[in-house]
């Protein structure tokens, strides 16, 4: 009865499949959850020790957070160097993705996403009634500038780019960049995983209005629990976001953290730089199993396609407290999607590695 109301396009829609909480692993598999090591969903697992929780006892639930983010607004134009008018803050950096999507997408438009690539914007662009136009990578998984330009048309709106990606964990360079920045349709660069590379492309919103840098606090400063994600873009666009967010999007405790995370970045940053500087044992590692075929990253994950076994071996490695995400997009087929981690963990993986595989 109530199916006949729904707009007929939302009943053809792929739900996102959230990643289990321990709490359901811990249930499932008998291991507590402190005991776990949860790497499938890009959580920082060794930023904990660093947050000081205590400020968020003054935080005053009974009123309504600021609707301006205005202290964290600050902290955050000065972490990314650029003036708060260029900065706009969201309930995580998916709630961004809507929002630009509803600012700049009608329906019937296109939006050009990079398969692999993170699923959300395909789900917002197809909420929003949107084409959504995938253009494969390349083979090393970088974007395929050729096929891009060949796909644009005056109804494309946006183009998403994940940089480093998820999955792909490939950046994508500047030049690059700047030759779609060229075709005058808005670029969203999607930032999430920046700490873990370096690399940023938010110098150029001065010279390209068009440029849109997607930023999260989920991964390097361990806040994903709380939600928050920024982005810097023309003051111009800054101001129709701040036009159709919701009232009270960020609420007074994530405010308050990531303000409290802001001004201890350093501390964060460096245990990031530890986490990267384990990618390269982590890749060798893995890369000593013949079974596994091992993508090179430039980024906050590693991928590895254990050859038609990547379901068994996610299976094993969860019974054993270990998570990792199961990835099955074009490229990337069967494969297993593993968080950076540090030596203590990278050993407890190779122990269980060595099981599976009977070495
Ligand atoms: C590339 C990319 N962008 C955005 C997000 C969303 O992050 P947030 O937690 O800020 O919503 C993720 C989360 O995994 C991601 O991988």
Do not use: H
Request: proline share 5%.
């Amino acid at each position: 009865m109530i199916a006949k109301f729904i707009r007929p396009e939302l009943l053809k829609i792929k739900k996102y499949t959230p990643s289990p909480t321990l709490q359901e692993i811990e249930r499932d598999i008998g291991i507590p959850m402190d005991k776990i090591i949860k790497c499938d969903s890009g959580e920082n697992l060794y930023s904990e020790k660093y947050q000081n929780k205590k400020n968020l006892q003054k935080v005053k639930l009974y009123l309504y957070p600021d609707p301006f983010c205005r202290n964290l607004r600050k902290k955050l134009a000065l972490y990314t160097g650029v003036g708060e008018e260029w900065i706009m803050y969201g309930n995580g950096s998916d709630e961004l993705i809507d929002l630009l999507i509803r600012v700049f997408v009608s329906p019937k438009d296109v939006i050009i996403i990079n398969p692999p690539t993170f699923p959300m914007y395909e789900f917002y662009g197809q909420l929003s009634g949107a084409k959504v136009q995938k253009v494969l990578r390349k083979e090393n998984l970088n974007i395929n500038i050729e096929d891009i330009f060949e796909k644009i048309t005056l109804n494309t709106k946006m183009i998403f780019i994940d940089s480093p990606g998820n999955p792909s964990s490939v950046v994508v360079t500047k030049e690059n960049i700047k030759k779609l920045l060229a075709k005058k349709t808005i670029v969203v660069v999607d930032e999430a995983y920046y700490e873990y590379c370096n690399q940023t492309v938010i110098p150029l919103i001065y010279q390209y209005s068009n440029l849109i840098v997607l930023r999260s606090l989920s991964k390097w400063s361990g806040l994903a629990g709380l939600r928050i994600g920024y982005l810097v873009a023309s003051p111009e666009i800054i101001k129709i976001l701040l036009t159709i967010k919701p009232p009270y999007n960020v609420n007074s405790l994530a405010q308050e953290m990531a303000c409290s995370v802001l001004d201890k970045k350093e501390r964060f940053l460096r245990e990031i730089k530890k986490v990267v500087d384990c990618r390269k044992i982590l890749l060798k590692q893995l890369s000593r199993f013949l079974n596994l075929k091992v993508y090179p990253s430039q980024g906050a994950y590693v991928i590895f396609q254990p050859q038609n076994q990547a379901k068994q071996l996610q299976e094993f490695l969860r019974k054993n407290g270990i998570l990792v995400k199961y990835i099955n997009q074009p490229l990337l087929e069967n494969c297993l999607r593993i968080n950076l981690l540090k030596q203590k963990e990278i050993n407890k993986l190779d122990f269980f590695l060595r099981r599976f595989y009977e070495m």
